[in-house]
């Protein structure tokens, strides 16, 4: 989208659409928000990945284009900021201490004034009066209680839920009249699908993902009968695509050696063997004249030639 506005001026990537080579919509460019279009191509991304992984597990089960894979996210985008503050009354400590103490003294004279009683210096008859005694403490103390405080900010772009559909096809086998006979897949091997597939997608029951797959026989048949297993003896015999090549190539390798063989070394060995008769024989020849002349002077008694055997 970048790569596109750059080219154009004055276009911004957000007003820019793509699409897959299915025709899917990656990128919806008419979105007027910045961020919801970026939240949707995160969903598509993420939807194509999921529907990828689990493809290619399902198809490695029931064969190539035999299944269809269909997954739906539920994002949110909301972006969420908390703050908690915990307060712990075990873990205290004293801040500050204040103590006041106040203290008081009266005498009781039975609530009598008189002229005695005023003057300086007088003197009470009848001993001492009694007195009143009063003494006031307080004691402040402040504590501070420990406090943890906690903010978290939660991104957008959570998936709430993953819900994944899955359309499998039957099996396929050739009857006695060598036409494709339609079987439905056993409940077993569909539950043994699911559980691959909720392994494939991080399947988590409390977020509430729901993962469903179903057998039903597709319109078009599959162009070759899939290759069943060998069983028996006879089925040991059994060579697979890649084993006939195989064998195929080794036959023609066979071959071109035995053309080579008998139309280029065999004339060959031919012709040197028949060089080596012809020389022997000219060789025998000269040899038969100077021979007999040898004997015929060994028979007379002449000596011989020097330089002669």
Excluded: C
């Excluded at 194509?48 to 269809?68: F, L, M, N, P, W």
């Excluded at 801040?95 to 609530?111: I, K, L, M, P």
């Excluded at 699908?193 to 409390?206: E, H, M, N, W, Y």
């Excluded at 089925?235 to 064998?247: R, S």
Aim: proline share 4%; aromatic share 4%; no cysteine.
């Amino acid at each position: 989208r970048h790569l596109v506005a750059s080219a154009v001026n004055g276009l911004k990537p957000q007003r820019v659409s793509i699409v897959d080579e299915a025709g899917q919509l990656l990128a919806d460019g008419a979105q007027t928000d910045p961020e919801q279009a970026i939240g949707e191509e995160r969903r598509v991304a993420f939807e194509k990945r999921i529907r990828k992984q689990v493809e290619d597990i399902v198809s490695s089960v029931v064969g190539t284009g035999r299944a269809r894979v269909q997954p739906s996210a539920d994002f949110d985008f909301n972006k969420i900021t908390q703050t908690s503050d915990k307060f712990d009354p075990e873990g205290r400590v004293l801040r500050s201490s204040q103590t006041r103490e106040e203290q008081s003294q009266t005498a009781d004279s039975n609530g009598q004034v008189t002229v005695n009683n005023e003057l300086p210096g007088n003197q009470q008859n009848g001993g001492s009066a009694a007195k009143d005694q009063s003494r006031k403490t307080e004691e402040t103390n402040n504590y501070e209680i420990s406090r943890t405080t906690k903010t978290e900010v939660t991104e957008a772009g959570r998936v709430n839920r993953i819900s994944v559909a899955v359309l499998v096809d039957g099996i396929y086998t050739k009857n006695e009249k060598g036409e494709l006979a339609y079987t439905d897949r056993t409940k077993e091997q569909l539950d043994r699908i699911a559980t691959l597939v909720r392994s494939a997608i991080g399947f988590d029951q409390k977020r509430g993902d729901q993962v469903e797959v179903v057998n039903l026989r597709f319109a078009d048949a599959p162009s070759t009968t899939p290759i069943s297993e060998p069983t028996g003896f006879l089925g040991m015999l059994q060579f697979t695509k890649d084993d006939v090549m195989y064998f195929v190539e080794l036959g023609v390798m066979m071959l071109l050696g035995l053309v080579v063989l008998f139309l280029v070394i065999r004339p060959l060995v031919k012709r040197i063997l028949a060089s080596d008769e012809v020389a022997a024989a000219i060789s025998g020849v000269l040899a038969g004249p100077a021979a007999s002349e040898e004997g015929a002077q060994a028979a007379n008694g002449q000596p011989l030639l020097p330089g002669t055997a």
